[in-house]
């Protein structure tokens, strides 16, 4: 292990986080009714430049009167490149802090912008005497904030999560597409004309895979969860599975709904299996018993496992044991 400690951000089940436009109120006791297990209400780019000001009052209500019961609140502020931004912070802190979990910073460009609405939340929280300390969570979705991803990453004791942000990503950096987090045709290889009478083949290749690696990395190294962000095509469930599965092997931990119908989805992807956990809690209990003859390196079903493998495990077996706590308290 290197003598530099990453500090693990505060724990919290995050496999579905589900987007509402804080000008929607007619979707907000849907989705504190929902399974999902963030909630992000939005005053960024869901919400109308005419609608900023009743979005804003409408979400310091809703965080107030409606019982949310056990979910992560967040709420998406204006960039710091509006004049909207200044305000979301103020208003909804004060006003409704004390039921908000995470305020969510988008298009982060540079650590100093995480820098600038620290200040803010910091004084605020002192001047209203609020006992907890309201989180971040950040969107990498610009060329300028995937440069700096490991900068911002560090920026703040308050960072939780990154959000990979693919439709920004896409316009910032001029990515021939215009779907939301789906496959692109135009991302593939064709197999080679050397053998003669085999057909050739195209290969599709995820064209957010250096994106979404290079933020998982930041943010593991950070101590910080990451979050694949959109899928848009909310009539495709099995696209929705795959684009979550694939963020999910890389280490993602939770992925963004931005309809009620993907949160299940997302839930299900994010939740290791029940194979997962029993594997998981063998390989604890035989490291425990190795431990005990004096043996660093054990093999279990055939395949050496180490004092990584215990890590991975105990990492699993915790998540497990908060979803089972999610479940208990949601009934
Ligand atoms: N949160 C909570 N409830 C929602 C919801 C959301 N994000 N989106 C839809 N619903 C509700 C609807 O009110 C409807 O409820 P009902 O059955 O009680 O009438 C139900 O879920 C089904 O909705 P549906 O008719 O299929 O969708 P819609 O046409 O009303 O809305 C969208 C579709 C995409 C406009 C809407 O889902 C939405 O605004 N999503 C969030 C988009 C967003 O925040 N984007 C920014 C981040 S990328
Ligand atoms: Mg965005």
């Known amino acids: 292990m290197s003598f530099t400690l990453v500090n693990q951000a505060t724990p919290r089940l995050h496999r579905s986080e589900l987007a509402v436009p804080g000008s929607q109120p007619k979707f907000f006791e849907k989705a504190a009714a929902s399974v999902a297990d963030v909630i992000f209400l939005d ?5 109308a430049p005419d609608e900023k000001v009743q979005a804003r009052k409408n979400i310091i209500e809703a965080l107030n009167d409606i019982d949310w019961g056990t979910k992560t609140m967040t709420v998406r502020i204006n960039g710091l490149d509006t004049h909207y931004m200044y305000r979301d912070v103020v208003d909804v802190i004060e006003q409704a802090g004390k039921r908000l979990d995470l305020i969510m910073i988008p298009k982060a460009g540079s650590a100093a912008d995480i820098y600038a609405v620290d200040m803010m939340v910091t004084q605020i929280e002192a001047a209203m005497g609020y006992d907890k300390r309201i989180g ?3 969107l990498i979705e610009t060329a300028l904030g995937m440069m700096n991803v490991d900068q911002i990453a560090g920026a703040s004791p308050r960072n939780e999560a990154l959000h990979f942000g693919v439709a920004d990503y896409a ?8 779907n939301i987090g789906g496959a692109n045709e135009g991302y593939a290889i064709l197999t080679t004309a050397e053998q003669e009478g085999a057909e ?3 290969h ?3 064209q957010w895979h250096y994106a979404l690696a290079r933020m998982v990395v930041a943010a593991r190294a950070n101590g910080l969860r990451p979050i694949d962000g959109p899928f848009g095509d909310f009539s495709d469930p099995k696209g929705f599975r795959a ?6 092997t890389l280490g993602c931990e939770g992925k963004w709904a931005i309809h009620p119908s993907q949160i299940a989805l997302a839930n299900e992807v994010m939740t290791p299996s029940e194979a997962e956990v029993t594997k998981a809690r063998r390989i604890i209990e035989a490291m425990a018993e190795a ?3 004096g043996k660093g390196a054990v093999t279990l079903d055939g395949r050496l496992i180490d004092l990584a493998s215990i890590r991975q495990a105990e990492a699993l077996v915790t998540k497990a044991d908060q979803i089972a706590a999610r479940a208990v308290a949601a009934e």
């Open 204 to 206: 599709w290749g995820d």
């Open 171 to 178: 316009a910032s950096t001029r990515a021939r597409t215009t």
């Open 243 to 248: 684009a979550a599965m694939r963020a999910a």
């Open 291 to 293: 431990e005990k003859e």
């Open 136 to 138: 971040f969570s950040i």
């Open 200 to 202: 050739r083949q195209v």
């Open 43 to 47: 005053l960024e780019d869901a919400v």
